[in-house]
């Protein structure tokens, strides 16, 4: 089973920016996507990108403030946030899944660990 290794989180002023990367062990997902969960609430899809063509896919939590890029060759993702508010505030979570529906948290078969971001006002 692919493993996902995710770095990048941390604590930003409101405005900043911050990249989170997601390493996956080896090619053996459809899709790569990143989720995010604040306290008290479920999980959030933010961003996701299918890997035999590069498309991707937004969530409205954060669509224009966001910049999905991969490296094909070392099996990463990166997520660029820009324009960071309190209420991003969240564990962000990585997953894989062989599913279409890259939107959809159930449909994913991994997790990583997930990394904190904090944006403070």
């Known amino acids: 089973q692919v493993q996902l290794v995710e770095s990048g989180g941390g604590l930003v002023q409101a405005g900043g920016s911050l990249r989170l990367s997601c390493a996956a062990s080896e090619r053996a997902f459809r899709a790569l996507g990143w989720f995010r969960q604040a306290p008290g609430k479920e999980r959030e899809f933010v961003a996701a990108?299918?890997?035999?063509?590069?498309?991707?896919y937004f969530g409205d939590s954060m669509k224009g403030r966001v910049i999905l890029s991969r490296d094909t060759a070392k099996n990463t993702v990166y997520l660029q946030m820009s324009s960071l508010k309190p209420e991003d505030t969240a564990v962000y979570y990585c997953?894989?899944?062989?599913?279409?529906?890259?939107?959809?948290?159930?449909?994913?078969?991994?997790w990583g660990q997930g990394t904190q971001v904090t944006v403070s006002s």
């Open positions: 997953g894989a899944t062989l599913s279409r529906r890259v939107g959809v948290g159930p449909e994913y078969d991994t």
């Open positions: 990108i299918t890997w035999s063509d590069g498309n991707r």
